[in-house]
């Protein structure tokens, strides 16, 4: 199928788990009904090896990175099937953490990650993470996640109080 070109519509979305049939039929459902053509999911908490099917008619090439031990974390990119996307390479960790795919739609290149920063120590995290991307990354860069990093703790923070350093907290 050749590609026709079409806004690209990208979602970045937390699933708080995805191990109950009815959320991923669900989800699917709605990524059709909203045009989505490139889904990035954080906290599939597939384990490793087991994942449960996610994929359909619409939506039939996916890329996960799980947990190795534990059905937590997770970070999965779901591709429209009108998406042409011919994958030139891959990284992820060992943790679940992040995905980075390196690609090409109608001969444009381009990079997408999902990633998913673990509560604390964020910005280490960031830090090691981005460092791998700065060597991966080639043409447009597409990124979405979940960084738990509120931008003012005062406001987004729950217990209004940030778990991480002052000196890494956006203040506006």
């Known amino acids: 199928m050749s590609y026709q070109p079409t806004p690209l519509r990208v979602l970045s979305l937390n699933c708080r788990g995805l191990n109950v049939p009815e959320r991923r039929s669900h989800l699917l459902r709605d ?61 992820s960790d060992t943790q679940g953490r992040f ?17 998913y920063v673990p509560n604390t120590n964020q910005a280490r995290f960031l830090r090691g993470t981005l460092n791998k991307l700065r060597g991966f990354s080639e043409g447009a860069l597409i990124v979405g996640g979940d960084f738990n990093a509120p931008l003012d703790s005062r406001l987004d923070a729950s217990n209004g109080r940030s778990c991480l350093p002052l000196k890494h907290t956006i203040h506006t």
């Open 99 to 115: 995905l980075f795919l390196k690609g090409t739609i109608a001969d444009k290149l381009y990079t997408l990650v999902s990633v």
């Open 31 to 91: 990524l059709r009904k909203a045009q989505i053509s490139v889904a990035m999911l954080q906290e599939t908490h597939f384990l490793e090896g087991s994942a449960p099917k996610l994929r359909n008619q619409h939506y039939p090439h996916n890329s996960f990175n799980n947990h190795p031990t534990s059905r937590r974390s997770g970070v999965a990119i779901l591709l429209a099937a009108e998406m042409d996307f011919r994958v030139l390479d891959r990284m």
